[in-house]
């Protein structure tokens, strides 16, 4: 046991110099204080024993266990977020409180279910810019979901194949489509061809429909100036507002979010988490859970991240945890399980933002409060096993319409084919809009009626879906 990194109420851990963390903590041979003092060495100054070289500063710097829960083998920890990278750098902090700690043999439950960024911390970080109200004002959509689609299948068609089905779910309706996470630079569907076709299939349907649409391009690739001539070329093509950047941040990292965050700030910058469940599964019991990795999202400034269809996909994942991440994305004020967090850098008891925080609640606009130096909203993007039946289900469970839906195989297996499919979403969200039910709205709807047969009859099992 190293008692110096236990300090159980040690009050100076509010002080706004500290980053807050809950861990799920269980060792193997080991009392829960002892593999507490070993993650909290490991995570912050130390190593497995006391180190000789340490010195009064360094030991100044040192993550200080401030609470513990013995019956629920819950850890609080507190950092002070100085020994973090100088200028907003989030990949140091996850290398910090997800790094070695996830591999130490003596560490047999080691999960972080919650953090809290004290104001003073969140002002060094970017946060959001480009964010979905800015994608509202290019689409003029406002009060509705923004409805998006994957092109499936997920990588094998051509350019022309690929541009063809954007058309499609765009003249059917849809507004937003995206890459699929995997899909680059493949010899079939060379990359600036892609972006051509797409363009292409963009203004003929601009031009037939009047509307305004959005494409989400994956930039992901194997080294930075790649990923940055893939943003270039898609800048020289698209008119600004056409165009989102796609990064898979767990395999292409931290690192490429936050370089695309700050030099491309006026684009939309969609986190795809492809790989998540390696950290966030709940059997898993090592990693850190999606309200967890929303929030870090959101300090990186990612524009949305998908939080998941909150039991109602067929991806795993609580459907309480889904819920969390929505708040946790959009809000000024949003409660996890172990922190309140405020998205703001002044300080907390600031009486006008006491008084904004009310208005949220109170689901009234608090922006006319002036600029508040908020960490600005991020989108939640659902994806994930959706189907036109699913959006009522949906928001009624989120409680928001402030989101990106993009559906796949939801919208590309209609048997009417892809534009009907798009047809079908909006008329699924218009009866739930008019509270009628989705058969009675399908009666004189072709393609809704078609989704409704089609997909009450490849229902994806959900385990945790509420029954
Ligand atoms: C969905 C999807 C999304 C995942 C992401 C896929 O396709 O394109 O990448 O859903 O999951 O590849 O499976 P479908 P999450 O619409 O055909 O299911 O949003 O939970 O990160
Ligand atoms: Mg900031
Ligand atoms: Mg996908």
């Not at 140091?92 to 279910?113: D, E, H, P, R, Y």
């Not at 699913?390 to 892809?418: N, R």
């Amino acid at each position: 046991m190293q008692k110096e990194y236990i300090q159980i109420g040690n009050p100076n851990v509010f002080n706004g110099q500290y980053m807050l963390a809950v861990f799920r903590l269980e060792g193997y041979d080991s009392s829960l204080v002892d593999v507490a003092s070993e993650v909290a060495a490991e995570s912050s100054t130390g190593s497995f024993v006391k180190i000789g070289t340490a010195t009064a500063f360094s030991e100044s710097l040192d993550a200080l266990v401030y609470r513990i829960d013995e019956k629920n083998n819950l850890v609080w920890i507190a950092y002070p977020w100085r020994i973090f990278d100088r200028g907003g750098n989030v990949q140091n902090i996850m290398t910090f409180i997800a790094g070695n700690v996830f591999g130490m043999a003596s560490v047999k439950v080691c999960k972080i279910l919650d953090v809290y960024f004290p104001p003073q911390m969140l002002v060094q970080y970017d946060g959001p810019e480009y964010t979905i109200d800015d994608m509202r004002k290019y689409l003029n959509i406002q009060e509705r979901p923004i409805f998006g689609s994957i092109i499936k299948p997920k990588i094998g068609l051509t350019s022309s194949e690929y541009a063809e089905l954007c058309y499609d779910f765009w003249s059917g309706g849809g507004d937003f489509v995206k890459n699929d996470e995997p899909q680059a630079d493949q010899d079939f569907c060379p990359y600036d061809k892609m972006v051509q076709d797409v363009k292409h299939a963009m203004d003929r349907v601009e031009q037939e429909t009047g509307k305004t649409k959005v494409h989400s391009f994956n930039i992901s690739s194997s080294d930075y100036d790649t990923m940055i001539k893939k943003a270039d070329y898609i800048q020289s093509v698209m008119k600004p507002g056409s165009y989102a950047f796609l990064v898979d941040g767990i395999t292409a990292g931290w690192m490429a979010i936050q370089t695309i965050r700050r030099k491309y700030p006026n684009v939309f910058l969609h986190f795809h988490r492809a790989g998540h469940g390696a950290f966030t599964r709940d059997e898993n019991p090592i990693g850190y859970t999606v309200p967890v990795l929303t929030k870090f999202a959101r300090l990186a400034g990612a524009s949305g991240i998908h939080t998941g269809t909150a039991g109602i996909g067929k991806m795993a994942g609580s459907p309480k945890e889904d819920v969390m991440a929505a708040n946790h994305s959009l809000r000024l004020y949003s409660e996890g399980d172990y922190f309140k967090q405020i998205w703001s850098e002044i300080p907390e008891k600031d009486a006008d933002l006491q008084l904004a925080i009310q208005k949220e609640a109170q689901g009234e606009d608090y922006s006319n409060l002036g600029y508040w130096r908020i960490t600005k909203k991020m989108c939640p993007i659902i994806s994930g096993g959706l189907n036109p039946l699913l959006i009522g289900e949906f928001i009624d469970t989120v409680g928001t319409q402030d989101f990106i839906t993009t559906m796949g195989a939801g919208v590309h297996s209609h048997p009417m084919g892809t534009k009907a499919g798009a047809t079908a979403v909006l008329q699924a969200y218009e009866a739930w809009k008019q509270k009628i039910s989705l058969e009675e709205y399908a009666k004189d709807k072709e393609e809704l009626r078609v989704a409704i047969d089609f997909y009450t009859k490849h229902e994806v099992p959900h385990p945790d879906k509420q029954v």
